[in-house]
């Protein structure tokens, strides 16, 4: 079945520091592949998407690429904010998927320090 | 253009009472899905439904827990006679149809005492 493996938090980093979060699926077709970001007590936002192969998704200066031939859909930022502290889910929607569901990662949680 | 809203955003209930959770998709989306959250954890879905149907409660516990999209008014998760267990963000998403981005509430965060 579909699944979504999210590299394990939290993770602590300096202000201006690089970040990678590493994200692999499982899918038996097509999937769209996600990255949402849930700031404390709030809901979950989309950050990027992509929805075919080698697509580049970007938004805020994050981006992620599609990766099918290592299933892969890492998030990265050149230099993280204080206010990028949050918790970051990799999630997949597979479109031959009846239920039309999302799968999620488990999430990781980021906090940056000044 | 008002989001995915869901009320309320915190609810306490004592073990054996019930809950009533409500999500109103965003305007022009048709289809509504239900995801828990529980500490620690990512997010596991539960149930899709378009207006007056259900289209996937796989992922909907056996008992205790319904859901439903009436025609008229917001989508309601129910849970009867609830369990400590059930203390868990529970969120809704709305999609404008099939493989659309799913757009999500700030949640309604349940306490059971």
């Known amino acids: 079945g579909d699944s979504v493996t999210q590299m394990e938090g939290p993770v602590t980093l300096s202000e201006e520091a690089f970040l990678t979060i590493n994200c692999t699926y499982t899918?038996?077709?097509?999937?769209?592949l996600f990255w949402y970001v849930q700031y404390p007590g709030e809901g979950l936002q989309l950050l990027l998407k992509a929805t075919k192969a080698d697509d580049k998704g970007s938004n805020k200066g994050f981006e992620a690429t599609y990766r099918k031939e290592t299933t892969s859909f890492h998030l990265e930022k050149g230099s993280v904010q204080v206010s990028d502290s949050a918790v970051y889910f990799c999630?997949?929607?597979?479109?031959?998927?009846?239920?039309?569901?999302?799968?999620f990662g488990t999430g990781t949680s980021l906090t940056v320090i000044p | 253009n008002a989001g995915v809203m869901q009320n309320p955003r915190h609810l306490v209930r004592r073990r054996g009472q019930e809950a009533r959770l409500r999500c109103s998709p965003m305007k022009g989306h048709s289809h509504v899905y239900w995801y828990r959250q529980l500490p620690e954890e990512g997010l596991k879905f539960m149930v899709y439904l378009q207006k007056e149907n259900i289209i996937d409660e796989s992922g909907m516990p056996k008992e205790r827990f319904s859901a439903e999209f009436p025609k008229e008014g917001p989508s309601i998760l129910r849970i009867q006679q609830v369990v400590r267990g059930d203390s868990a963000a529970y969120f809704c998403a709305s999609s404008r149809g099939t493989a659309n981005i799913q757009y999500f509430g700030a949640g309604t965060r349940l306490s059971v005492l």
């Open positions: 899918a038996t077709g097509y999937p769209s």
């Open positions: 999630a997949l929607s597979d479109p031959t998927n009846t239920g039309n569901q999302f799968y």
